[in-house]
């Protein structure tokens, strides 16, 4: 027995096909898709085309609907090796950059929640301070002792050569060792000496953002008027007296 209606599939297709139909060309093809033309520089010239050829395919270009001559997409050129190696540098210089100031900005805020006067702030650095600076004046004993006991190891080889003697082999191993370890205490003395100034900057940085977040100096960039506000904001206004004659 035959149904006396079509399915409700078979409806929906034969109620999408005239549509389906009406976007089709005259020739039975699906409509193109938009042209579009490619402009690049290549050689110092301008250069447009419909196509995009194989070497330009690396080239910075533009791309602009023919139909209306409006710029539609933009593509960069191919990077190079050593410039994708750049890039990813200064990407992770940026994201170092960014955790820095993340890694500040927290210190700031638990720097003002845990110190209620710049006294227990400084208290901090006392211990550093002193570990840094014990450091610099050990290095500097070394470096004065290790020196004069190098001349004094010079004067006594210089002495036997004088008198026609030979300098040991044990005595040209001293003079050596005791070279290279004051050629080493005078890097570590350098070094120390730099971690030292460093510290001072530190601690000086630290200390006036401490001063600004509490309000006591103003903010960099404020007026010098602010900063008067910031550093006695209760301060009374006083009143000024006329001279008298």
Same mark, same amino acid.
């Given at each position: 027995?035959?149904?006396?209606?079509?399915?409700?599939?078979?409806?929906?297709?034969?109620?999408?096909?005239?549509?389906?139909?009406?976007?089709?060309?005259?020739?039975?093809?699906?409509?193109?898709?938009?042209?579009?033309?490619?402009?690049?520089?290549?050689?110092?010239?301008?250069?447009?085309?419909?196509?995009?050829?194989?070497?330009?395919?690396?080239?910075?270009?533009?791309?602009?609907?023919?139909?209306?001559?409006?710029?539609?997409?933009?593509?960069?050129?191919?990077?190079?090796?050593?410039?994708?190696?750049?890039?990813?540098?200064?990407?992770?210089?940026?994201?170092?950059?960014?955790?820095?100031?993340?890694?500040?900005?927290?210190?700031?805020?638990?720097?003002?929640?845990?110190?209620?006067?710049?006294?227990?702030?400084?208290?901090?650095?006392?211990?550093?301070?002193?570990?840094?600076?014990?450091?610099?004046?050990?290095?500097?004993?070394? %470096?004065? *002792?290790?020196?004069? $006991?190098?001349?004094? #190891?010079?004067? &006594?080889?210089?002495? +036997?050569?004088?008198?026609? /003697? =030979? %300098?040991? *082999?044990?005595?040209? $191993?001293?003079?050596? #060792?005791?070279? &290279?370890?004051?050629? +080493?205490?005078?890097?570590? /003395? =350098?070094?120390?000496?730099?971690?030292?100034?460093?510290?001072?900057?530190?601690? &000086?940085?630290?200390? +006036?953002?401490?001063?600004?977040?509490?309000?006591?100096?103003?903010?960099?960039?404020?007026?010098?008027?602010?900063? &008067?506000?910031?550093?006695?904001?209760?301060?009374?206004?006083?009143?000024?007296?006329?001279?008298?004659?």
């Amino acid at each position: 027995m035959r149904p006396n209606h079509l399915p409700w599939l078979a409806v929906a297709l034969l109620a999408l096909a005239p549509a389906a139909l009406a976007q089709r060309s005259s020739s039975g093809k699906a409509p193109a898709q938009p042209k579009k033309l490619y402009c690049w520089n290549q050689d110092g010239q301008r250069v447009c085309s419909d196509a995009l050829p194989p070497e330009a395919i690396n080239y910075a270009r533009e791309e602009i609907s023919a139909k209306s001559g409006l710029r539609t997409g933009e593509v960069d050129r191919v990077l190079t090796e050593e410039e994708r190696a750049v890039a990813a540098v200064e990407a992770a210089q940026r994201a170092l950059d960014k955790a820095a100031a993340e890694m500040r900005r927290r210190t700031d805020e638990a720097m003002l929640m845990s110190y209620r006067n710049e006294e227990e702030l400084r208290r901090v650095f006392t211990e550093r301070t002193a570990l840094v600076d014990n450091n610099v004046q050990t290095a500097r004993y070394n %470096v004065v *002792s290790l020196r004069e $006991g190098l001349v004094s #190891l010079l004067r &006594a080889a210089g002495d +036997r050569e004088l008198s026609g /003697q =030979a %300098v040991s *082999s044990e005595m040209r $191993g001293n003079i050596r #060792l005791r070279h &290279a370890e004051l050629l +080493r205490q005078r890097q570590l /003395q =350098a070094s120390f000496e730099t971690q030292r100034a460093d510290l001072d900057v530190e601690i &000086a940085d630290i200390l +006036r953002r401490y001063r600004t977040m509490k309000g006591l100096i103003a903010p960099e960039g404020a007026t010098p008027a602010d900063g &008067a506000a910031a550093a006695a904001p209760d301060a009374p206004a006083v009143a000024s007296t006329p001279n008298r004659q």
